[in-house]
């Protein structure tokens, strides 16, 4: 852990919506490696053999399940929830308020968000909601996931794709706005070999 950041409380600026409460220390797994230059909020919780790349960043208030792999410069923003063996590589921006269930894969890139008013509402606190990514599903590089959609178990969402809407289990879907290509191959699926 050297050079890295484990337990910082967050600096609020006077605008922010966050909660204003002291946090509790940060929780890490037994084996879980913190590489050089990366930061875990206080209040976050790592689970067992996780990997932190450099730079990463991890906000207060996340919990990260076992055997996660977080890339290089990727972040986790506060209030958000990923499930165990998720692989989320390089430079991923997972916003606030997010679910992703165990044995997700977010390739490089990937793009969340979490508010359609893009901080000009008060209407919108109560409607801020990142996406809910299901178990096995998987983001292809540079993807943009909209507020609040639910990509479906093991659906496949390709690169560069826009999803604007939710995605079925199981489905491939490209382009921007994303739209359903075919079903995924069914020897591509979890527990398939």
């Known amino acids: 852990m050297e050079h890295a950041i484990v337990g910082k409380q967050p600096a609020l600026s006077p605008r922010s919506t966050a909660p204003r409460e002291p946090l509790p220390p940060a929780v890490l797994g037994d084996g879980t490696i913190v590489s050089s230059a990366a930061i875990v909020f206080a209040g976050a919780t790592v689970g067992a053999r996780v990997i932190l790349g450099d730079q990463s960043c991890v906000r207060e208030r996340v919990t990260i399940g076992d055997d996660v792999v977080l890339g290089r410069g990727s972040l986790i923003e506060n209030d958000t ?34 508010d359609n008013f893009m901080g000009r509402t008060e209407k919108r606190k109560a409607l801020v909601k990142g ?24 659906a496949f969402v390709g690169a560069g794709a826009v999803v604007t809407r939710d995605v079925p289990p199981g489905v491939v879907v490209v382009g921007g706005p994303a739209r359903v290509l075919r079903e995924v191959p069914p020897e591509e699926l979890l527990g398939s070999s």
């Open 81 to 114: 929830r990923i499930g165990a063996m998720t692989k989320i590589q390089a430079d991923a921006y997972i916003t606030a308020y997010s679910l992703l269930e165990d044995e997700v894969f977010i390739a490089p890139c990937v793009v969340t968000t979490n």
């Open 131 to 154: 996406p809910t990514i299901r178990r096995g599903a998987r983001v292809g590089g540079g993807a943009v996931l909209c507020p609040g959609i639910e990509i479906g178990a093991e």
